[in-house]
T-cell receptor, first 113, second 112 residues
Framework: GQQLNQSPQSMFIQEGEDVSMNCTSS?????WLWYKQDPGEGPVLLIA???AGELTSNGRLTAQFGITRKDSFLNISASIPSDVGIYFC?????????????WGLGTSLAVNP | DGGITQSPKYLFRKEGQNVTLSCEQN?????MYWYRQDPGQGLRLIYY???????QKGDIAEGYSVSREKKESFPLTVTSAQKNPTAFYLC???????????FGQGTRLTVV
């Protein structure tokens, strides 16, 4: 099935550093969603984006819906140890009548205290 | 509190046995989904259901079966035809197709 191109695949950073990750698609998307998955748990929704150019924050997290509607970015400022986990992007496109969510492969984040 | 519940959290089965994973939601969502997660492979869609008594195959449906007799419930059966069933299974629901997905806590299935 179709997948989003999510990068980087993994990151290892020092506590206090800022983090940036992104997702790109080959088609125009209507919705971008960002999730975090803790080890052994289900993903939890962090931020939802519905409009091109939209910039939304959730605490230290900020996400943007790209103007071209083919990409989205997630930034984490001043990282802390509990930011460790896998971050997934997901979205829906205009293509076809089936509006299933399409997922990226995830960015694994490790934070060194 | 509204949410989506998967049970059990851990499940062990012998090779060749069928096993059913439970998923219940009280969010009044129309659509429900089953995903399989293996290390480094993200979330792969097994089956989904947009409405009661209807379901569709996802990208990796072979060796799995589902039913949707009630809006709240979407059980997944891993059959003996599934060649490599050991994985982490996630159930999710959305208010409508393509909406914000809410996930259960997952079931880790180990087949020995």
């Amino acid at each position: 099935g179709q997948q989003l191109n999510q990068s980087p695949q993994s990151m290892f950073i020092q506590e206090g550093e800022d983090v940036s990750m992104n997702c790109t698609s080959s088609s125009i998307f209507n919705t971008w969603l960002w999730y975090k998955q803790d080890p052994g748990e289900g993903p939890v929704l962090l931020i939802a984006l519905y409009k091109a150019g939209e910039l939304t924050s959730n605490g230290r997290l900020t996400a943007q819906f790209g103007i071209t509607r083919k990409d989205s970015f997630l930034n984490i400022s001043a990282s802390i140890p509990s930011d460790v986990g896998i971050y997934f992007c997901a979205g829906t496109s205009n293509a076809g009548n089936n509006r299933k969510l399409i997922w990226g492969l995830g960015t694994s984040l490790a934070v060194n205290p | 509190d509204g949410g989506i519940t998967q049970s059990p959290k851990y499940l062990f089965r012998k090779e060749g046995q069928n096993v059913t994973l439970s998923c219940e939601q009280n969010l009044n969502h129309d659509a429900m989904y089953w995903y399989r997660q293996d290390p480094g492979q993200g979330l792969r869609l097994i089956y989904y259901s947009q409405i009661v008594n209807d379901f569709q195959k996802g990208d990796i449906a072979e060796g799995y079966s589902v039913s949707r007799e009630k809006k709240e419930s979407f059980p997944l059966t891993v059959t003996s035809a599934q060649k490599n069933p050991t994985a982490f299974y996630l159930c999710a629901s959305t208010l409508f197709m393509g909406g914000e997905a809410f996930f259960g806590q997952g079931t880790r299935l180990t087949v020995v």
